[in-house]
């Protein structure tokens, strides 16, 4: 995924399994998400944890919903227990990308 500098370059930032959406606007979510997601697959990062925080749970019930939209991108998902961040973060299982399509 590239992120830009102060001079508008595209610079590399290295994809690991975890995101935390604490810093994002609500509106780019869905697409920045949907990024992450393609480039952890082609990676191979099957397992990410995605931190959206306590909060009202509005932006959880967001992630949620767009969760439910992918299901060929999505195996699974499930709230964070005790060990990694509660309802604060949603642990997701990708599906490895079919390379037959």
Known sequence: MDCL?????????????????HTFRPG???SLLREYFME???????QVRV??????????EGVHR?????PRE??????GDQHTGGWGATLV???EIDSSQ
């Open 5 to 21: 500098d102060n001079s508008n370059e595209p610079v590399d930032h290295p994809i690991t399994s975890e995101i935390d959406l």
């Open 28 to 30: 780019e979510v869905s």
């Open 40 to 46: 952890c697959r082609k990676v191979g990062i099957l």
């Open 51 to 60: 931190v959206h925080g306590k909060g009202t749970g509005s932006l959880r």
């Open 66 to 70: 767009l969760l439910d939209k992918m």
């Open 74 to 79: 999505i195996d699974s998902y499930r709230l």
């Open 93 to 95: 299982t990708l599906r």
